[in-house]
């Protein structure tokens, strides 16, 4: 296919841009067997990233789509690990159902109580959140230490997130959480390896929202 490179910044579109990055996107992912919904959370996730090794790695608990949706249908929480996250998300799409979104590790009691405990404000704001309420979406994107103590309380039967965006970047504990993520009998969508990122966090939770609005 041969794609257009002659955009002059006064004629050019958004959704033109949008919808040549995704044919360009679909071109080169190449055969794949996801399911169609599954694959409009790569491409996104891909389209944010420009990675296409991130989109090739990404893995789905078979009811995470379903869950996804259903979850934003229904006013349910998004809960973020850091900032970067929530201010991505698209809140339109989120308040429209009825639904919030939230960060905790910020807050002053999350701050003071990691200091008193010598611990991480991740952790904290984990325990935070799901001491407010069960289900919601978790999406973690910056903190491995987030979503490992994430997973601790859903073993422990403390945590029951409707559904788990696990996707942080780094070295130090990032692919091991994604790791032990995919082992959980709960939906998650998550990838193999380091890379991630609250960017391509970001692009899933929209991706689902996008999905759930348009059923």
Do not use: W
Request: charge should be negative; glycine fraction near 8%.
């Amino acid at each position: 296919m041969d794609f257009k490179t002659d955009f002059k910044p006064e004629t050019v579109q958004p959704m033109e841009i949008e919808g040549l990055s995704f044919d360009m996107i679909t071109e080169e992912f190449g055969p794949h067997s996801l399911t169609a919904e599954e694959y409009k959370v790569v491409q996104r996730v891909v389209h944010a990233s420009a990675d296409f090794e991130l989109g090739k790695s990404m893995l789905f608990h078979p009811n995470a789509i379903q869950a996804g949706i259903e979850a934003i249908r229904n006013g349910e929480r998004i809960i973020c690990d850091v900032q970067m996250v929530q201010s991505g998300v698209s809140k339109p799409r989120i308040e429209k159902f009825g639904g919030s979104i939230h960060v905790y590790i910020s807050d002053e009691d999350v701050m003071e109580e990691a200091k008193k405990l010598n611990t991480t404000r991740a952790i904290v704001s984990m325990r935070k959140a799901t001491a407010e309420a069960d289900g919601g979406i978790y999406a973690i994107g910056n903190a491995p230490t987030a979503l490992l103590e994430l997973i601790r309380l859903v073993k422990e039967g403390i945590a029951k997130p409707s559904l788990v965006i696990g996707l942080p970047v780094g070295f130090v504990s990032a692919a091991e959480s994604k790791e032990e993520l995919a082992k959980l009998d709960i939906p998650f969508i998550t990838n193999i390896g380091r890379k991630g990122g609250s960017t391509v966090t970001v692009a899933a939770v929209n991706a689902l929202s996008l999905l759930a609005q348009q059923g």
